[in-house]
């Protein structure tokens, strides 16, 4: 995406990942810089994001230099934010986006239709209505010309060129079996989930892809409230299902809503972390920390990694939050007085809790965590969606 590279753990740009993070050795130590972040209410719309929000994307919609936002509401209109440069943000979703009203999920942005600029996919859960919208070229979206081939209960989304033809492809995550769709170069889907994707009756809530085993072509982590899978590609994006040999055996149920894969530990190859809910009552909903060897199999190393705790995580993302040139781990949590968590990675990929330190306690349902650097002063600053009650924007500081 559209963000400032030195702090995301890899940049996306047409489906390639490309890591760009060199971690430090430096400990934890009293005199440590941490980040401040000051909340500006004033800077958004805040009657038009009163709750429902489930994903936010930061890019560049109308060319004019600055991160602007796309917003996923769950049975509300889906909302689009224009940044004028400042972080100060207009919503202008009544002049560039359709207002309709489904149970949206999760975003994918992309040039699907390969005209130069980007367009919008939205997925939805229950009333399994998927929209696809093409770019005018400056910003504006229309229905697009080819629907989507495929409808599910849906709640994840992720784009990457599959099949190497130069185009932006779609995996769809759903409850019941996941979809693969090829894109024929001008936006047009093909469903090839029987060419591409294992067979599966899991109820997926988030996919992210990543190359495990630095084999060159990116692998799939699928976030499962039933049994997390890892799909290794065979190079021509034909997924096989390797996890019983890959991942830690659960004896438990792992109730997980959200993956994500960076180095944590500096040792040049992707890791993986879990953020978990309970809302099963499965035994330990603990959020889990996977260390990689290097050759794409991993060991748990959470108990000697992440601080122990018992929220309902919906979102985990690495970032390096505090510009030291290391991953750190953001973590949004629902229906709890911790809503938001801000976890300092000590260089060797052990994190400590250290949000009491930079930002006042807020009780407020974190749902989607988006880094980006919204005002234009090389920092990375935070949106963050509330599902139950206004979206936050949290400007750093220096």
């Known amino acids: 995406m559209n963000k400032p590279l030195n702090f995301l753990k890899y940049p996306l740009v047409l489906g390639v ?25 004033e800077r958004l719309p805040t009657e038009s994001l009163r709750g429902r929000s489930m994903d936010a994307k930061a890019i560049d919609l109308d060319k004019d230099g600055d991160l602007d936002l796309v917003i996923a509401n769950e049975h509300r209109p889906n909302i689009i934010l224009i940044n004028d440069g400042k972080g100060n943000m207009t919503n202008a979703s009544a002049k560039r986006l359709p207002a309709h009203r489904h149970d949206s999920e999760d975003i994918a942005l992309g040039d699907f239709d390969k005209d130069g600029d980007v367009d ?16 005018n070229g ?13 409808t599910g209960k849906s709640n994840a989304v992720i784009t990457t060129d599959l099949d190497k033809d130069g185009d932006l492809d779609l995996i769809i995550g759903n409850d019941g079996q996941n979809f693969a769709l090829l894109n024929d170069g001008k936006g047009k889907f093909v469903d090839a989930t029987a060419k591409i994707l294992p067979k599966g009756n899991q109820t997926t809530q988030d996919l992210e892809l990543g190359d495990v085993d630095g084999d060159g072509d990116l692998d799939l982590i699928v976030g499962n409230e039933d049994d997390n899978q890892l799909l290794i590609n065979n190079g021509k994006g034909v997924f096989r299902d390797e996890t019983t040999k890959r991942l830690p ?11 994500d894969f960076g180095d944590v530990d500096g040792d040049g190859d992707l890791d993986l972390v879990f953020a978990n809910v309970n809302f099963r009552q499965v035994k330990d909903h603990q959020n889990r920390l996977l260390i990689n060897n290097g050759k794409g199999f991993f060991k748990d ?29 953001l973590i949004g949590n629902a229906f709890g007085e911790d809503g938001f968590q801000i976890m300092l990675n000590n260089g060797k990929g052990v994190f400590k809790d250290k949000t009491q330190e930079i930002l006042k306690p807020f009780a407020v349902d974190v749902i989607d965590v988006e880094v980006a ?26």
């Open 17 to 41: 990942f490309t890591i760009c993070c060199l971690l430090s050795s430096s400990q934890f130590t009293s005199d440590e810089k941490l980040p401040k972040f000051k909340n500006m209410p």
């Open 249 to 259: 055996l659960q004896i438990d149920k792992e109730e997980t809503r959200e993956a």
């Open 120 to 135: 919008i996919i939205f997925v939805s859960e229950d009333d399994k209505v998927n929209e696809y919208y093409w770019n």
């Open 301 to 329: 190393e959470t108990t000697a990694r992440l601080p122990k705790e018992k929220h309902h995580s919906v979102d985990a993302d690495l970032v390096d939050i505090d510009q030291d040139q290391d991953l750190d781990l």
């Open 138 to 150: 400056k910003g504006f979206f229309v229905q697009a010309k080819f629907p989507l081939p495929v």
């Open 373 to 398: 650097d919204f005002n234009g002063d090389k920092l990375p600053d935070l949106y963050l969606c509330h599902f139950r009650g206004n979206d936050k924007l949290f400007l750093q500081t220096k």
